[in-house]
């Protein structure tokens, strides 16, 4: 049970690493905290309880994570200190020896976050009144319970819901957790547990109360999306054509999507669908085989030009976005050289890419050959330009159309941004007019590329 009294008046700052699940469950949390009685802080001001929602995809974003977490003790001290997410679930131990943390929470615990929050809240202040009341003479008054709970990836079972949009315009929708694919370079299976979903009915009522709450755009999010059925015997694409009813939802995005599980069934319904958009992304990791092989991952490049071209032949103007990470282990230079000659001849939008991380515990380690970081950054840099010339030239091949564009709330005084159905980023001049377009569809025509060439200027129609 939890007493809400005790939070009457308090504020809460949060800080998200990582993916959009994570900002989506982030969200979720400070909204309940919200019905609790808890305030967002404001800019300048101290918090009375500070959650964390971290990451663990890297090494850098571990160490991320360690900044922030201390950097967010200094600036609020004798905060509630709450950590949570895939590197509280794999270092739980090493972070609840973090001075001033207060309670580390696992992938598991997640779901119960503002229980477990409740009760060590209750149990700290009791602490605190004790020791000032004099009544338990000689006991130092500890500030942090350095509490974690965390437990193995096949007990991890729980799935905490979250259909939230935070300070965003568009609501994230978590459709699925987990992952059970063990690809030799990734920890998230041991950080996130096994893939598990919730039912088509649930999320269906979760994007019907979005859309009372004047959402237009939902993003679905999750680990492994297209693995979504494996707990309630349903389809992904079934889900799709659920959603795709929904009145007042005018856009969906589908966050990520293996190769393996974008089924030709699912782009063709997209590409004749009434709300969900022609854009994808589809994560490759490497275009040679003989890396896809060594990384276990599930289908060759061959089946991922197929999904590329369907999707192109079916969805002409569909943005297609593609992670690529560099440097892994057994990349040789030739290896590397058929990834890059690969995706240049893809017909793809932009590559998200990643440099290779060595992570404890992982299959990879095994793999002999060791890129180093010189390579690796090269690497990067050729794909980042290839990425660049791509999405040039995709955002180069619109102008001068029209687009119906969902804008997103700005800063006061600052141009508003949005994004097409293609997922071409859009930019409004500040103005009176422009002022009052937040989350709204509106017709405008494409200029130009914008002064840092990150988006193309629009003209209200």
């Not at 200094?74 to 709450?82: E, L, M, S, W």
């Not at 615990?109 to 700290?124: C, D, F, G, H, T």
């Not at 276990?296 to 369907?310: G, N, P, Q, V």
């Amino acid at each position: 049970m939890i007493d809400s009294s005790a939070f009457q008046g308090k504020t809460a700052a949060y800080y998200t690493l990582g993916c959009k699940l994570n900002f989506s469950e982030t969200s979720t949390f400070g909204r309940m905290l919200q019905e609790l009685g808890v305030r967002t802080v404001k800019k300048g001001e101290k918090a009375d309880i500070c959650l964390i929602n971290t990451c663990s995809v890297t090494e850098v974003a571990d160490h991320k994570c360690r900044q922030v977490i201390r950097r967010m003790i200094r600036q609020n001290p004798g905060a509630f200190v709450v950590v949570t997410g895939c590197y509280a679930q794999l270092e739980a131990e090493r972070v609840s020896r973090i001075d001033g943390v207060d309670l580390v929470l696992g992938s598991n615990e997640k779901a119960e976050l503002i229980q477990y929050l409740s009760n060590a809240w209750v149990e700290k202040q009791s602490n605190m009144s004790e020791t000032e009341d004099g009544e338990t003479s000689g006991k130092p008054l500890d500030s942090s319970l350095h509490r974690h709970y965390s437990v193995k990836t096949k007990a991890i079972t729980s799935f905490a819901p979250s259909c939230s949009r935070g300070n965003r315009t568009r609501f994230f929708l978590k459709v699925q957790d987990g992952c059970s694919y063990f690809c030799t370079y990734c920890t998230i299976p041991y950080a996130r547990g096994f893939s598990r979903n919730p039912s088509i009915a649930s999320l269906v009522a979760q994007a019907e109360q979005a859309a009372h709450e004047g959402g237009k755009e939902i993003v679905l999010t999750g680990v492994n999306i297209g693995d979504f059925g494996v707990t309630t015997g349903e389809r992904f694409i079934d889900l799709v054509r659920a959603l795709d009813q929904v009145e007042g939802i005018s856009r969906y995005r589908i966050s990520s999507l293996e190769p393996d599980l974008l089924d030709d069934e699912l782009i063709a319904y997209c590409a004749h669908s009434r709300a969900f958009m022609p854009h994808f992304h589809i994560p490759l990791q490497s275009g040679s085989d003989e890396v896809l092989k060594l990384m276990h991952r599930r289908y060759d490049s061959a089946l991922f030009a197929h999904k590329i071209h369907l999707i192109k032949e079916m969805m002409p103007d569909a943005f297609i976005g593609v992670d690529v990470m560099v440097g892994t282990r057994g990349e040789t230079p030739e290896y590397f050289e058929a990834c890059y000659d690969f995706l240049k001849s893809l017909d793809v939008t932009q590559l998200h890419v990643f440099p290779y991380s060595e992570r404890p515990g992982t299959a990879a380690l095994k793999i002999p050959y060791v890129v180093s970081d010189k390579d690796k950054k090269a690497r990067s840099a050729r794909l980042l330009q290839l990425s660049d010339e791509k999405t040039h030239a995709f955002y180069q091949s619109h102008i001068g159309s029209e687009a119906e564009v969902l804008f997103e709330k700005s800063i006061r005084g600052r141009a508003m941004h949005g994004f097409t159905r293609n997922y071409i980023r859009v930019e409004l001049p500040a103005s009176k007019a422009a002022a009052d377009l937040d989350n709204q569809l509106v017709k405008v025509r494409l200029g130009g590329f914008n002064y840092d060439k990150s988006a193309l200027m629009a003209e209200l129609i």
